[in-house]
């Protein structure tokens, strides 16, 4: 996907996909869409074939870099809720301008869709606008919701299976938790593996704090060794978010290995 702000660079993108053959067969079939300005929201429901119940609303940060800069990438980090307040309509509209359509549109195509529904959502002047459909939780969302999840997951998911969502009252951990994605060199593109990786024993006990392994493994003789692009996400609540923040850098800045790429802005207003 190529993102292109003005349109110059989109016929330059559409000329070196169709004439010069830069993603070779798969880029011979090209969709053009709408550029959508704004803070990007990550809107997570259950669904149970005729409700909905939402979760607190994320915030990813999908470039590599600081400042949105760089290439996109899985998710470099997330925070809920976000660091910059979305307004007290906004779960109304949600309901309203996405979930119930989805509802309506899946029960018209006969499609009983029970389970996690996760639009990825651009929050533009104009209001929300659906960028993608998930149908599974977020990477690194997750990591921020669960541990504000104060019910049990699994009574949420047999409720959506059975269709007994309107009598579900979760209760959420009122703090926010923010969440930072320690990467591996060369991620997103040509993840180095193999790396040792260093926990400080400082972190061991540290209260509402998860390290969250998504590439490692352990080498013959025990040792943590990363084995993937995003090898930990390193999760704090907080009183606030900015609490929440300085608590996940905090204990990130105690986790080492060779080549860690991570932002130093998730979180941030
Ligand atoms: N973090 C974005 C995703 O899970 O698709």
Same mark, same amino acid.
């Given at each position: 996907?190529?993102?292109?702000?003005?349109?110059?660079?989109?016929?330059?993108?559409?000329?070196?996909?169709?004439?010069?053959?830069?993603?070779?067969?798969?880029?011979?079939?090209?969709?053009?869409?709408?550029?959508?300005?704004?803070?990007?929201?990550?809107?997570?429901?259950?669904?149970?074939?005729?409700?909905?119940?939402?979760?607190?609303?994320?915030?990813?940060?999908?470039?590599?870099?600081?400042?949105?800069?760089?290439?996109?990438?899985?998710?470099?980090?997330?925070?809920?809720?976000?660091?910059?307040?979305?307004?007290?309509?906004?779960?109304?509209?949600?309901?309203?301008?996405?979930?119930?359509?989805?509802?309506?549109?899946?029960?018209?195509?006969?499609?009983?869709?029970?389970?996690?529904?996760?639009?990825? *959502?651009?929050? +533009? @002047?104009? !209001?929300?606008? &659906?960028? /993608?459909?998930?149908? $599974?939780?977020?990477?690194?969302?997750?990591?921020?919701?669960?541990?504000?999840?104060?019910?049990?997951?699994?009574?949420?998911?047999?409720?959506?299976?059975?269709?007994?969502?309107?009598?579900?009252?979760?209760?959420?951990?009122?703090?926010?938790?923010?969440?930072?994605?320690?990467?591996?060199?060369?991620?997103?593109?040509?993840?180095?593996?193999?790396?040792?990786?260093?926990?400080?024993?400082?972190?061991?006990?540290?209260?509402?704090?998860?390290?969250?392994?998504?590439?490692?493994?352990?080498?013959?003789?025990?040792?943590?060794?990363?084995?993937?692009?995003?090898? *930990?996400?390193? +999760? @704090?609540? !907080?009183?606030? &978010?900015? /609490?929440?923040?300085? $608590?996940?850098?905090?204990?990130?800045?105690?986790?080492?290995?060779?080549?860690?790429?991570?932002?130093?802005?998730?979180?941030?207003?």
């Amino acid at each position: 996907m190529i993102i292109a702000p003005d349109l110059a660079s989109a016929e330059s993108a559409v000329r070196s996909m169709l004439e010069g053959a830069q993603f070779g067969a798969a880029g011979s079939r090209v969709v053009i869409e709408e550029c959508l300005q704004g803070r990007e929201a990550s809107v997570h429901a259950l669904l149970d074939g005729h409700s909905a119940l939402l979760l607190p609303l994320a915030q990813d940060h999908k470039r590599l870099l600081d400042g949105n800069e760089g290439p996109n990438t899985g998710g470099m980090g997330t925070v809920s809720p976000p660091a910059v307040p979305v307004g007290a309509d906004f779960a109304r509209t949600v309901e309203e301008q996405v979930l119930q359509p989805f509802v309506r549109g899946a029960q018209a195509d006969g499609l009983d869709f029970r389970g996690l529904l996760f639009p990825g *959502l651009m929050l +533009t @002047a104009q !209001g929300p606008r &659906v960028l /993608e459909f998930n149908a $599974r939780f977020g990477d690194p969302e997750t990591q921020v919701l669960l541990p504000r999840l104060r019910s049990d997951l699994l009574d949420l998911l047999e409720a959506a299976i059975d269709g007994r969502l309107s009598e579900m009252q979760p209760v959420w951990d009122e703090r926010a938790a923010v969440c930072v994605i320690l990467a591996s060199e060369g991620y997103p593109d040509k993840p180095i593996t193999g790396r040792p990786i260093e926990i400080s024993p400082a972190l061991t006990g540290e209260r509402d704090l998860h390290l969250f392994h998504g590439g490692t493994r352990r080498d013959e003789a025990g040792r943590l060794l990363t084995s993937g692009g995003r090898v *930990l996400g390193v +999760t @704090a609540l !907080g009183a606030t &978010v900015a /609490e929440a923040r300085t $608590r996940a850098y905090a204990a990130a800045d105690l986790i080492r290995f060779e080549g860690l790429q991570r932002r130093s802005d998730v979180g941030a207003a």
